[in-house]
């Protein structure tokens, strides 16, 4: 699935009716598609600008493929201009499989820790719209707020998150927990010292964490 190279379309000019997914007109007929179909109610629109799929007025998906990840840069220059000309709260669904797994690592520090995205990978198609579905019914339970923003512990905030920080080196589930008990963010979690640290998670896994999350 190829990347357009326009403007992302700005907060508030896209209106997304409660319950609904908006998605860019270059999906229809494909994988992700065919799985939000009949299970959720998708409308196709043709100048979304960067943008894959809107969840909500403010809230949108960014989706990278696996020949995204192997063809370049591309869709890199996508994310940045995605983040440096919107104010849309974007959740970036990455296709980590055997071929893309090398590049995983240097997209999710792009993503989570320069960007301030929120990251989360899918095996493929069918499993990203079963993921988007699940953001639309957990965004409903509360849909009056922006669940993205650091400064809310919403329900859908929390297990993509919590996802995230679980896959910095020396996190596990319990670590993870932890980590963000204490700092909230993951904004909080990359600005936090090794002592601050060492607090949480002890010495070891302290390093191990500023070390990756400053190197």
Known sequence: MTTKTNSPVAAGSIVVPY?????????RGSEIAQGLQGRIRLIFEDDLGLVDFHISNRICILYISEADL????EFKRRLVRFRNASSLGGVVIVEKTQISDQYFLAVQ?????????????VGNQGEASQLIIQLVREQSKDHSSNPFLHKQRSRL???????????IP??????????????????RLCNASVEELELVVGQTAAQQIYTFLCS
């Open 109 to 121: 520090k792009l993503v989570v820790l320069e960007l301030g995205m929120v990251l989360l990978p």
């Open 19 to 27: 319950g609904h997914v908006i998605g860019n007109e270059k999906w």
């Open 157 to 167: 905030a929390e297990p993509s998150v919590f996802r995230t920080v679980q896959q």
């Open 70 to 73: 192997v063809a370049g840069d």
């Open 170 to 187: 020396g996190v596990g589930k319990t670590k993870a927990l932890l980590l963000l008990q204490q700092f909230g963010s993951i904004h």
